[in-house]
């Protein structure tokens, strides 16, 4: 009797995945992060003789099968909660379980510093630029975004821990940028001010990689606006903070790595996090520029505020300077090499290029040689 009990408990178990697909469905809400889930392969007699078929079958089998989610953040959780190991690509846990992605922490210590004369010689580029657009009364503005790692390294784990050095993409650009003229927003040297006034508000979430909602919405946001004006001489439709909660229940980026970590089990959260309800001048007199922004995630905390249509005529967004957002609905319309570079810039009175410190090595990704080739 023992042995048939014990026989239907593997029975069932062997019988879950197919039961949870296709009688349950989803068990569990799906996976977070950076998941590409396989696509079922097509059938073709070159494909079936050589095996390519049914090696892609297997994977998208095991990438679709009914429960995987389940299973995956079972495995996930076993390790994180009995060895302390993140199974997220380049996640590192901090001391008091403050999390970092690991290429900021290496930006952070210079192991990405390309070299005094190749940062220059962005710096000239960055400089023509500025100059051309300034010919057809255009602002060019380079914005440094903030890294987590920069901010609070007191709690980078002890086996990550180097050698302080100033030889970094970041030191030598916001040097170089100061000297040579350049229009730029240094957030670091921002935020390590406000750090040390001791905000109220997180400037950083323990659990995400990004600015928090209320760092990126409000501050961040504010500065860029108040920078355009002053740039351009110009009084436009300023963000107002209506009011200010706090919340332990993080909302968007505020807690992005602890998503992407897919535990069973949600990560505890001490800290509340500060989110803004914010409204805008209506006043009609006053000038909105239209803004295109170059730039990477960061600019997400900034362009879902409303930034882009209530301070900003709309410029668009161009996301690592490959996907084209007209709207913050997170549905880009086209990519870059399918428009009129020239007649894209000539439409916009402000160009923003926004990195944080890992992606200063590639800042601009290829948007200020194209732009200085159509513009001379």
């Not at 290429?103 to 190749?118: E, H, P, R, V």
């Not at 602890?258 to 001048?281: E, F, H, Q, R």
Request: glycine share 6%; hydrophobic share 35%.
């Amino acid at each position: 009797m023992k042995n048939k009990t014990y026989f239907y408990i593997l029975l069932f178990f062997i019988w879950l995945p197919f039961l949870n697909k296709y009688i349950c469905y989803r068990a569990i809400h799906s996976l977070e992060g950076n998941v590409v889930l396989r696509e079922k392969p097509s059938l073709n007699k070159t494909t079936w003789f050589s095996g390519k078929y049914q090696e892609d079958f297997e994977n998208y089998i095991n990438d679709n099968i009914g429960g995987r989610p389940f299973f995956v953040r079972v495995k996930n959780q076993i390790y994180y909660s009995l060895f302390d190991i993140i199974k997220a690509n380049g996640i590192v846990d901090g001391k008091d379980n403050f999390l970092y992605e690991k290429s900021y922490i290496d930006a952070y210590y210079g192991k990405d510093f390309l070299g005094k004369d190749t940062l220059h010689s962005t710096v000239l580029k960055i400089q023509k630029l500025q100059s051309l657009l300034e010919k057809q009364n255009k602002t060019l503005i380079i914005c440094l975004a903030p890294s987590k790692a920069r901010l609070y390294p007191e709690f980078f784990p002890s086996d990550f821990l180097d050698k302080e050095t100033d030889k970094t993409n970041y030191d030598y650009y916001k040097d170089d940028l100061k000297k040579e003229k350049i229009n730029f927003i240094d957030f670091n040297s921002l935020f390590l001010k406000l750090k040390k006034s001791k905000c109220d508000c997180p400037i950083y979430p323990k659990y995400g990689i990004h600015w928090s909602e209320y760092t990126s919405g409000t501050l961040a946001t504010d500065s860029l606006i108040k920078y355009i004006e002053a740039k351009r001489n110009i009084d436009m439709p300023n963000l107002i903070v209506a009011s200010t909660e706090k919340s332990l229940t993080p909302i968007g980026q505020d807690f992005d790595i602890g998503a992407s970590m897919n535990l069973l089990v949600d990560l505890k959260i001490t800290t509340p996090m500060c989110y803004a309800k914010i409204k805008w001048d209506s006043d009609k007199k006053l000038v909105k520029p239209k803004v295109l922004t170059i730039g990477d995630s960061y600019y997400w905390g900034i362009f879902i505020t409303g930034v882009p249509t209530r301070s900003f005529s709309l410029g668009g967004f161009w996301y690592y300077n490959n996907q084209v957002y007209s709207t913050s609905n997170q549905k880009f319309d086209t990519t870059v090499d399918k428009l009129d570079l020239k007649k894209q810039i000539s439409k916009n009175d402000v160009i923003v290029i926004m990195a944080t410190e890992p992606n200063l090595s590639k800042l601009g990704w290829g948007f200020i040689d194209n732009a200085i080739k159509v513009l001379q």
